[in-house]
């Protein structure tokens, strides 16, 4: 599992490059999932001492701090935080050409410690500095802010600035570049300019664009064409500059008279994968003539396992975060020593709730979990689409509580409508079912619901959830998942052992009406009764999901297999 250092020569390193990361709960420089997945990347790459480099912006003020009003209603602020308590600056400054001006970058370094020591520095790109114009200086403020010119100066200064920075640092042995997403698919923009200014600033020809593809990785995790940027060539040609868009146009990747991010990466990257087996499969459909595999992504184990966990995997599995393979052995463990791990983490998440809101929710009611982006396709209110059946279940199964969280976008309307939907659905259950709407979820907030509920809910429109992760974390702390056969977990669901599916159907589309039928047919006749009538088969399912789903979809598993697969293969 563990890759051995020398895999990689040692002056060599994989620059990682990712729009958002996320480091830690109070550097706010992620909003989702594709900032946790690149955090654990690179916290999983320290930990197998590979030599990786994280590049990313800086986000001054986040993406934004979220207050939830009596009516669900989302209040958005900025996020507050000072990298100069904790980050340490880095001394070089490099000049990128944005909109026709001359914007200074400079770096700020965050340094992943791995568990045996190996340092992977992360770097912060920044434009606040006094020698840039006041537009300028805003550009590494907000994550996923402003209009599209805002977006696509970003991704200029992602995608060019991080090769300077990399360059200034010092970084010019690069085995594999890798994109995680499109955002920062400008960065093969630099590199097919290097290859010009190698050869006498010649035009750019097929051997250049051959040498970059042989250098470049590319992560898609989108499975809907809306979800990826696109600019019109106008607005590129004003941001880029004419040069570089006419170097840009002979990459193909200039369809409909757009500038398509993704359709960047994928011609110039040498491999290219979708985030979980299915996603791949759709990936294919979407872009038939690029060869698309799939790598499914992992959670950071020690980074996800409560303190509860963590201590009881250092009893019986001693060597767990040096190799998460040995999370396998959890098929060992005693089920009463699961519970109890189960039983703190639950009060630890309880008595945050109390001191966040005020409820005092009870430890002995079982206890569904559902916390991820506020969005339509995922389908947050799905639970409440038949309030007097969910009713008629907590008299006849057995009492239920739900815990909830998650951000919309600012300008994500139909998101904004599921948050008020659930308070709505909050006060019309008060009197018998407890529902809890958390606000501003971030990563610390996160482990704590993962670790803490009885059951982790997701209800995605299938095929939107590219792959999913939170369900990844749940497993590290014994909570199995109740969820539509969406993303990774068409992976890990074994009926009964590893948690349960809602619908039986492992088709293309999903039927609402269907798949709320089966959530409720399996919490009243299956999940409820197990839970309150055969705690110890319940325990049973609670150590699968630790045995078959924590030892496989981790973060180690996936470096190794973008290692040998991706990075390794040029």
């Avoid at 944005?98 to 410690?113: D, F, L, P």
């Avoid at 040498?270 to 038939?288: C, D, F, K, L, Q």
């Avoid at 078959?548 to 996936?558: D, E």
Wanted: contains cysteine; glycine residues 10%.
């Amino acid at each position: 599992m563990v890759a051995p250092h020398s895999s990689v020569k040692p002056s060599s390193i994989i620059a990682y490059f990712s729009m958002e990361v996320g480091l830690s709960p109070e550097i706010p420089t992620y909003s989702g999932g594709l900032g946790m997945l690149a955090g654990d990347t690179l916290r999983a790459a320290a930990d197998m001492n590979i030599p990786m480099v994280g590049i990313t912006l800086l986000h001054r003020k986040g993406y934004f701090l979220q207050r939830l009003d009596a009516g669900g209603n989302q209040i958005e602020a900025d996020a507050r935080w000072v990298p100069e308590e904790m980050l340490q600056p880095l001394e070089p400054r490099v000049q990128v050409i944005v909109g026709g001006k001359t914007v200074s970058v400079r770096a700020w370094q965050y340094t992943i410690r791995g568990v045996k020591g190996h340092m992977v520095p992360v770097y912060l790109l920044d434009t606040n500095l006094p020698e840039n114009d006041g537009y300028s200086r805003t550009l590494t403020d907000h994550l996923y802010g402003g209009d599209l010119r805002y977006r696509l100066c970003q991704e200029v200064i992602l995608g060019l600035g991080g090769v300077a920075v990399l360059r200034a640092m010092g970084h010019n042995d690069v085995l594999a570049y890798h994109m995680n997403e499109g955002h920062s698919a400008l960065l093969t923009l630099a590199l097919l300019e290097e290859q010009s200014k190698a050869n006498q600033d010649r035009n750019i020809c097929d051997d250049d664009k051959e040498a970059v593809r042989r250098k470049c990785v590319f992560t898609t995790h989108t499975p809907v064409p809306a979800g990826h940027d696109v600019f019109s060539l106008e607005l590129a040609r004003e941001i880029v500059g004419g040069k570089r868009l006419d170097t840009l146009l002979c990459t193909e990747c200039c369809l409909d008279q757009t500038l398509n991010m993704t359709n960047l990466a994928l011609s110039l990257s040498r491999y290219i994968n979708g985030v979980a087996m299915y996603h791949g499969e759709i990936s294919r459909t979407m872009y038939p003539n690029y060869p698309i595999n799939s790598i499914t992504n992992g959670v950071h184990s020690a980074t996800w396992t409560s303190k509860p966990f963590q201590d009881l995997y250092d009893r019986h599995m001693p060597e767990w975060r040096r190799d998460n393979l040995y999370l396998r052995y959890a098929v060992s463990v005693p089920l009463d020593e699961i519970r109890q791990a189960h039983a703190v983490a639950k009060k630890d998440m309880l008595d945050e709730i109390q001191r966040r809101t005020g409820i005092a929710l009870d430890p002995s009611v079982m206890t569904i979990g559902f916390a991820r982006r506020a969005t339509a396709y995922k389908r947050a209110d799905l639970l409440f689409s038949d309030m007097e059946r969910l009713k008629n279940i907590v008299s006849r199964a057995g009492p239920l509580q739900v815990i909830f969280g998650g951000k919309a976008h600012p300008r994500d309307d139909g998101g904004k409508e599921i948050i008020k939907r659930v308070f709505e659905s909050s006060g019309a259950l008060k009197e018998v079912l407890p529902v809890v709407y958390l606000e501003e979820y971030d990563m610390g907030l996160g482990k704590i619901l993962c670790s803490g509920v009885d059951l982790w809910l997701n209800t995605p429109q299938k095929p939107h959830e590219a792959s999913g992760t939170s369900g990844m974390k749940a497993a590290l702390n014994g909570v199995p998942s109740f969820s539509v056969p969406d993303g990774w977990w068409i992976e890990g669901h074994v009926e009964g052992i590893t948690g349960w599916s809602i619908g039986d159907s492992w088709g293309l589309n999903s039927t609402s009406a269907g798949e709320s039928e089966s959530l409720y047919d399996k919490l009243e006749q299956v999940i409820i009764p197990m839970f309150y009538r055969q705690p110890g088969l319940f325990a049973r399912v609670m150590r699968s999901a630790i045995g078959l789903n924590g030892s496989f979809f981790n973060a180690q598993r996936m470096v190794s297999q973008y290692l040998e697969n991706a990075y390794l293969t040029g």
